[in-house]
């Protein structure tokens, strides 16, 4: 996002500033960790403490990060992304996975490949996933994905396209959605059918997932074989009892930003807010989202009326973990337990449609 020439990004002295600021937030974080018990939770001590330490240093970027003027926050982002695109890429070959940035359909973004005829992990699909990064439709990039990319592409045996589409604020509603379906047609022109077309999104790219299926549905370019969503922003009311009963617990910040991406935009439009939604004609669709994380009560709402619609659906609330734990804590149990499904429940929907998945 920060390499678009629209994009205006504060001077490399000012991001070093901010660079430093950041380190200095991290320190008061670990500071702060063992005066809130960290050792304690559902597993051994060591575990509970590495669960607790993520989640301070997370909620301490996060916060930090949304304080800062937009062209700071642009330049502290493209640091990040330099740091992931350096850092990342070994433990994503690790996985027997090989990535490649390219173009699709105007969008930039990543592809991630399993091996070449290998079936990793039992996984035989040969579908291709469209998949939209979390950031509260504000921050963060395809690279920075690197690594769960890569466990999703070695468990599906799919290719897995990483769409960097625009955000928030530059970029309002609806230019996300405009470039997600622009990469979804450039593809089906290619001779992708919808029947091994999979799209996946989590937290904000989990919202803007629906919107997709929304304008899918309205433009008649066909419905995917499956969606696949982890802690997606669902509602952007942000009106659920959870959002403040579990702001405690969680990794985002009290103050969840939805303005930059609104920009005027009613949060109760059913373009933007999927419980708002007809959704009798989603496709099968795996949900997991954590006990402990803000979004729980409108991602209840939403498995709820997945059932309610008779949409074949897998849905999974998580004890103990905070939003987006797949992705935040690859080496976890849960997480582990994560990629499992998902790879069953992609395999079933390709193999045998989505009468497969109950």
């Keep these: 996002m920060s390499d678009r020439p629209e994009v205006q990004t504060a001077s490399w002295p000012i991001a070093a500033v901010d660079v430093a600021a950041l380190a200095s937030n991290f320190v008061s974080a670990i500071g702060r960790l063992p005066f809130r018990d960290p050792w304690r939770g559902p597993s051994h001590p060591p575990r509970n403490m590495a669960v607790s330490a993520t989640r301070e240093l997370v909620r301490s970027l996060l916060g930090y990060a949304t304080s800062l003027p937009i062209d700071e926050f642009r330049a502290l982002e493209r640091v990040l992304d330099g740091v992931a695109g350096r850092v990342l890429p070994p433990f994503v070959a690790l996985q027997g996975v090989a990535s490649q940035p390219d173009e699709i359909g105007g969008v930039p973004g990543v592809w991630f490949r399993p091996p070449s005829g290998a079936e990793p992990d039992g996984a035989s699909g040969s579908g291709t996933i ?105 509602s952007l009311t942000l009106s659920e009892d959870s959002v403040t009963e579990n702001a405690p617990l969680d990794v985002l910040p009290w103050n969840i930003p939805i303005n930059p991406y609104l920009h005027g935009v009613d949060p109760d439009d059913d373009r933007v807010d999927i419980l708002l939604d007809d959704l009798s004609r989603w496709p099968p669709t795996f949900v997991v989202y954590g006990a402990d994380e803000m979004f729980r009560d409108a991602v209840r709402a939403l498995v709820k009326k997945l059932r309610s619609a008779g949409v074949p659906h897998v849905a999974s609330e998580v004890e103990g973990m905070f939003h987006v734990f797949p992705f935040l804590l690859p080496w976890a149990k849960e997480s582990r337990n994560v990629y499992e499904q998902v790879g069953e429940f992609v395999r079933s929907v390709l193999a045998a449609g989505p009468e497969a998945v109950s």
């Design 130 to 234: 469209v998949y939209l990064h979390g950031g509260g439709y504000i921050g963060t990039s395809p690279r920075m994905y690197s690594l769960f990319m890569a466990h999703l592409a070695r468990v599906t045996g799919c290719t897995v396209f990483a769409a960097d589409y625009r955000l928030a604020p530059e970029f309002p509603f609806p230019a996300a959605v405009e470039d997600v379906i622009s990469v979804i047609e450039h593809l089906r022109r290619g001779g992708l059918v919808c029947e091994d077309l999979l799209v996946a999104g989590d937290s904000g790219g989990g919202g803007l997932l629906g919107t997709v299926l929304h304008r899918m549905e309205q433009e008649e370019l066909g419905r995917p074989a499956g969606v696949l969503l982890f802690s997606p922003e669902v």
